[in-house]
């Protein structure tokens, strides 16, 4: 039984403070004693002086949180949210190690009646196997007497306004059903609709499966870009064609970066293979979508071929450097995937995008320009990557100017008719 | 040019009169002068009759088609529509023979300025190459000279009678952009909403795209069902759940069979493989589904043993033998796989299944008894395979009358909740 917490003695901590957590501190400020717990001191130091590097929160909003990196300081709350990073490891396996400080580190923290809900993306199984036994074996406490866990998964969408936290349908659940319940009511306060799920599993498989499915049709039009490629066919003009069917879904060809499509099946896929299922669909997807970067250059490379243009040190122009577009975030953008292609083919790489500041960038073995001002009559080759909403001024023939007489323009994401470039994906 | 055709003279033959054709026929008999060919005689016998097997057209609307088996007959006619099915082979690689045989017929018949128009499931390249040369070859006309092609993708969809001919979106392409203006104008007369292709080439390509992403989705939430049987979680609740999201598309796990999404695939793959490139995300798409019978066919059998029900033959009764729910046809149905599956292992097989007439299956190889009545307190257990809208009374109570008291419920499509049944997919 959770009976304890009454609605005028909730304290909420919410662990982690990027594009998860700090909207929901936000969110729950207005309705609740909050504080939000970070432990990266340039971003603790950085929300104090209310400057949110994500974009997410505006400049007088912010004045009005509370933040910390000091465990201390929020020791006495009763309600912990857990909103840190699940990544994956270099080989491509879960990598928990945010999620595992989090939880040890309110361990030392927990008090008896206690509730941790967590935010982040696992895989089924997560919370009340690994989190749960850490948080038992540390403290002492008993799951379901002592203490309570509940999960609801987080569906920001960077980029996205009209998504935001409070529009959005937010799936509930809890270690027992009393748990579920209250988790429901709490979250209510800040979001319109919410959806109870009868498990916490239940709710983490949802959760990996709904970018694992997008991720899925993505590579799927992308294996159809490489057939079609083939055919001599424009993948796009074949989209929009099937596109008119009332049951088709449109999803076109591109690079699949970011912290969750790319990342989540993964956790969908290790569980699998530790409960002896090789999972074969989902895998030859994530292939496809993984390889995209290196099949992006040479097809570049053979527009240059076709077109003669030979040079000993190509000159590229890469418009877009974000994983999504109309966000500056640059982490796991595949991006990189084509820049690092191009520096093994001794390219000169600019790159530009207004959305992205120098200094935030943190990459050390990749070798590029990030330019302010795009020369003209300067490139050999153009790779139009990300579709941002501040490219709409780009005309063709802007895009024509900054290159020399002959050159290669590879339309990645359909940014124009497929007539003013080389090729499209 | 096309010029010689006027809308007064226009005469129509379509070709073919299964699911595709007739309903062509009825509606292109409102408006122009028709006659439809099949060179099946049974079918023609029975339409000629006002009898159609399919139950697309009403016996009223049969009586105004005029029908034939008799090549001459047509040979006045100008506009050719070919209905003809395009299947596999048992390799999996498209049988292209009715197709072929159609076109050789009408190679036989053909005029000056005649067009002729295909609706089948076809590869890109197809019409203008394999079709285009026999027609060539076997009458001395020239392509966009002497005679003209189009295609445009049939997207009948059995059993549901509100997606019908007049308000699906139709594509049109044809072999000059003279053509492809003349079949829209032509389509526009019995169809609200036209979409024309740049190419035949474009048209072809968009129709087998549109069920090979259906099959894959499918084959994702099957193979979904395959991770979840592991995990202990049930699949419909866990679909439900991520279903709240906004964009997650909800497909759930089953048979694939039938004429069309379980075929095109391996159209495009087929001509992917030509042209050396080996499709890897489709194919393992197809992999899944064409497993699942077998895969059934095992769990049934993991809940007998679980159950501790040993029989030395048991008795089974299947819901449901149609490829898909609330139509007659049970051509290239998935439920005989589990039929087949289930003879090897010495079960006895009754299939209950209202949709389905026993004078017209034409199975020989598959042991099963199609029941009229279901025996009470008589079966080990009972797989419920398709929901067809008229299984609607079947409560689970009544369901388990027709078991003996120890039994398995597997109830594939989720007909009710999970507590009625002793496993989903």
């Not at 717990?37 to 929160?57: F, G, H, M, P, V």
């Not at 008090?111 to 809900?117: E, G, R, S, T, V």
């Not at 071929?305 to 000993?312: F, G, H, L, M």
């Amino acid at each position: 039984m959770f009976k304890k917490i009454k609605k005028h003695n909730i304290k909420i901590a919410v662990i982690g403070l990027g594009y998860v957590g700090l909207p929901l501190l936000d969110e729950f400020t207005n309705k609740f004693n909050c504080i939000g717990y970070d432990y990266n001191k340039k971003r603790i130091d950085e929300l104090s002086l209310s400057y949110d590097r994500t974009n997410q929160i505006k400049k007088h909003k912010l004045k009005k949180l509370n933040f910390t990196r000091d465990l201390k300081k929020i020791k006495n709350c009763n309600i912990f949210i857990v909103t840190v990073p699940t990544p994956i490891t270099k080989s491509n396996k879960p990598d928990l190690k945010h999620l595992i400080n989090a939880t040890k580190a309110l361990s030392k923290i927990l008090k008896k009646n206690d509730l941790i809900i967590y935010e982040s993306t696992v895989y089924p199984g997560c919370v009340e196997n690994i989190c749960a036994n850490i948080i038992e074996k540390d403290t002492g406490l008993k799951l379901n007497i002592d203490f309570f866990l509940g999960y609801s998964p987080e569906r920001i969408s960077p980029g996205e306004k009209q998504k935001n936290l409070k529009n959005i349908v937010k799936i509930v659940s809890g270690s027992n059903q009393n748990i579920t319940n209250f988790i429901d009511k709490l979250y209510k306060k800040i979001i319109n609709t919410t959806y109870k799920c009868s498990s916490i599993r239940v709710a983490e498989a949802a959760k990996v499966i709904e970018n694992t499915q997008r991720d899925l049709n993505i590579a799927f039009v992308n294996e159809l870009s490489k057939i079609f490629e083939k055919l001599n066919l424009n993948t796009h003009e074949v989209i929009e064609a099937a596109s008119t069917k009332w049951n088709f879904i449109k999803f076109v060809p591109g690079l699949v970066g970011g912290h969750c499509i790319g990342v989540d099946p993964y956790y969908l896929t290790h569980i699998s293979k530790k409960n002896n299922y090789e999972p074969k669909v989902i895998l030859a997807g994530r292939k496809i979508n993984d390889s995209m970067g290196k099949y992006i250059v040479t097809n570049f490379f053979k527009l240059f071929k076709k077109k003669k243009i030979i040079n000993k040190k190509y000159k590229i122009l890469i418009l877009g450097l974000t994983f999504k577009e109309n966000c500056p975030d640059t982490r796991n953008s595949k991006v990189f995937d084509i820049i690092k292609t191009l520096n093994k083919k001794n390219c000169q790489v600019d790159v530009f995008d207004p959305n992205v500041k120098k200094n935030e960038l943190e990459i050390t073995n990749i070798k590029f320009n990030l330019i302010k001002k795009i020369n003209k009559s300067f490139y050999n080759g153009v790779i139009l990557a990300v579709k941002h909403k501040n490219f709409k001024n780009l005309s063709p023939n802007k895009i024509k100017s900054y290159c020399k007489t002959n050159n290669v323009i590879y339309d990645l994401k359909g940014f124009f008719n497929k007539k003013y470039s080389d090729a499209t994906l």
